[in-house]
């Protein structure tokens, strides 16, 4: 069984007061030298550590004071300020990430649709459009047997003439 150089927490030797193995006792205060070696601690010894810890540890008395007081109260009223501050940044950034989202989502459609791009669309669904319309008005034309103005048209659907480049004037596209 070999011995530790720390003993165990609750040990026999925690109590033990230090001797150096070179050194032996110089009074003889009744203490055998084989108990010494030993965990078991003299009793003379241990008494007095207790005295000594009794006298240097007085337990401490707690005393409220209002300034203690008032001191527990700014540190309470600094945490609900901390917080409601927090809760404002996390606002904010929640703000700050949708119009970031907001922003992406328009640069991708600018990247996607160029001006160039988007001119020559614009021509083609004209066209279409018109087309559209042209062939609405014969089919009228034919259910109704009568003659129908594309101005008619244009103002029962609610289209503004000038988006599908029609001369109200003429009754044309131009």
Known sequence: MSISAKPF???KGV????????NTPQSNNNINISKLSTYETPSKIS??????????????KL???KEN???QTEIEVK???YQIDLELLKKKIQEKEESIKILKTTLSYKKKNKA???????????????NALIDYQKCLQEKNDQPVKLFEILSS??????????????????
């Open 116 to 130: 160039e791009n988007l001119e020559s669309v614009i021509k083609k669904w004209t066209t279409c459009c018109q």
């Open 69 to 71: 007081n008032s001191k």
């Open 9 to 11: 927490k609750n040990g």
């Open 47 to 60: 008494v007095a550590k207790r005295l000594i810890y009794q006298k240097t540890s007085s337990p401490k």
């Open 157 to 174: 659907f609610n289209i503004n003439p000038d988006i599908v480049c029609f001369s109200i004037d003429d009754d044309i596209f131009y």
């Open 63 to 65: 005393c409220i004071n």
């Open 15 to 22: 109590n033990k007061p230090f001797r150096s193995p070179f």
């Open 79 to 81: 945490n609900k300020l």
